[in-house]
């Protein structure tokens, strides 16, 4: 929420084209494309996984891509494309995504599952005025934070919901690791302590 809200401070709507979700499976980007396609985005999702092309699609993804296409070092400008995105990768994907982000467009980062290098130039920001914020969720202000959950309440489909996120025990933790690593994971584990 915290990305969305930032896109939408910035001036990102509807209107303006196409917001790209990286680490589309992941829990912040499958809530992510729930949000913006409730919000009336047209959603592009980026995953590694094409066995999960239709949960993406039933998040609201409009189209999914091969991420892939974003992995490796890219051209500093590529054909303009966002209005906005949300990266959770980071590396070589965040420097693609800005690359290809249309005049004026802006990429909340918040993730770093790619790596925390930024293989960039500064081509996207000096000759397109690209914008990119920094979503901090560690040392987010309490007001910011509150105004979230309200947003959350509201525009997070609760019914996907349930399937975005599942609950484990304590005792699982080590195995749901290996799947996370490993990339076979969905959505978000919320570890019950007390199962």
Not at 39 to 54: C, H, P, W
Not at 119 to 147: Q, T
Request: net charge positive.
């Amino acid at each position: 929420m915290l990305c969305i809200q930032a896109l939408e401070r910035q001036g990102v709507t509807p209107l303006d084209g196409e917001v790209l979700v990286t680490g589309a499976t992941g829990g912040v980007g499958s809530a992510a494309i729930t949000i913006l396609a409730k919000l009336g985005y047209t959603v592009v999702a980026v995953s590694r996984r094409s066995k999960d092309v239709s949960y993406l699609k039933w998040l609201g993804a409009n189209d999914v891509l091969d991420q892939a296409i974003f992995s490796s070092l890219g051209k500093v400008l590529g054909k303009e494309r966002w209005a906005g995105a949300i990266d959770v990768v980071g590396s070589h994907t965040l420097a693609n995504v800005c690359a290809t982000t249309k005049y004026h467009g802006v990429v909340a980062a918040c993730g770093l599952a790619g790596g925390m290098d930024f293989p960039s130039s500064v081509a996207p920001f000096i000759l397109r005025g690209v914008k990119m914020i920094g979503i901090d969720s560690v040392k987010c202000p309490v007001p910011d934070r509150l105004e979230a959950w309200r947003r959350l309440s509201s525009d997070l489909d609760i019914e996907k919901l349930s399937v975005i996120s599942h609950e484990i025990g304590l005792s699982e933790v080590v195995a749901s690791a290996t799947k996370l690593l490993n990339g076979e994971v969905k959505g978000r584990i919320v570890v019950n302590v007390n199962r």
